[in-house]
């Protein structure tokens, strides 16, 4: 089975600032790994996915994320956050190949403080 | 593209009450679609798994004859609360992938069920 575990449950981070949002998965398989921005009162947005290919995704609204299979990490970041990106940021992985559902983590809450 | 709706987004009706929740795939077609249910500052809790023209897949725990859920076609399946009770009150997302491997899931906006 699989398991994606988020460090942070909340980061707050100044207007501007850099930031970078954790993930690590368990999975005894290959996954696809996956980004969702929730904002409030609202589902799901996906932010970018890794399937295969360059470890380096980038994904909309500024944000990227990097793979790392040694680590089995994909850490969100982005270069300078804006008030509008305070949100619930998921993490969530899939098995690979094949349609199961996603896995969530719990969630990080960014706070973009002005 | 790949814009999902959920209808309706609020509801609050009395205990008792049977509250039935739609979710389409507005421009592509679903092979599959996913019921989660959301509690305050908490992760998605997957209820069920539904492809088009089968019995849905529930997780464990997750009562089949409280949650209904019907897949009739490639872009509508809908989540029925029977006989709803306060402790049903939640917020309830859909989602819908298309077929084919790798796919992400695409999240309708939600639905909040207050039940009084």
């Known amino acids: 089975a699989q398991s994606v575990t988020q460090l942070d449950s909340q980061v707050p981070v100044f207007e501007e600032a850099p930031v970078e949002l954790r993930c690590n998965y368990s999975?005894?398989?290959?996954?696809?790994l996956f980004w969702y921005v929730q904002y409030p009162n609202q589902g799901l947005q996906l932010l970018l996915k890794y399937l295969s290919g360059s470890t380096l995704v980038k994904g909309i609204n500024g944000f990227e994320a990097e793979f790392n299979k040694s680590q089995t990490s994909f850490h969100l970041r982005k270069p300078s956050v804006h008030i509008s990106d305070t949100a619930e940021y998921f993490c969530a992985v899939s098995k690979t190949p094949g349609n199961t559902p996603l896995v969530f983590g719990k969630g990080t809450r960014l706070s973009v403080i002005a | 593209g790949a814009v999902v709706s959920q209808h309706p987004s609020r509801v609050i009706c009395k205990s008792g009450t049977s509250v039935k929740i739609e979710c389409r795939s507005l421009d592509f077609q679903a092979t599959t679609m996913f019921w989660y249910r959301q509690f305050p500052k908490k992760s998605l809790m997957l209820m069920a798994t539904s492809n088009e023209g089968s019995k849905a897949t529930y997780e464990q725990g997750v009562e089949k004859d409280k949650f209904l859920i019907n897949h009739a076609s490639l872009t509508l399946s809908t989540l029925t609360v029977t006989s709803a009770h306060p402790e049903d009150s939640s917020f309830y997302i859909c989602?819908?992938?298309?077929?084919?491997?790798?796919?992400?899931?695409?999240f309708g906006d939600g639905t909040r069920l207050s039940i009084l």
């Open positions: 999975s005894s398989v290959s996954v696809y």
């Open positions: 989602s819908a992938r298309k077929g084919g491997d790798g796919q992400p899931q695409h």
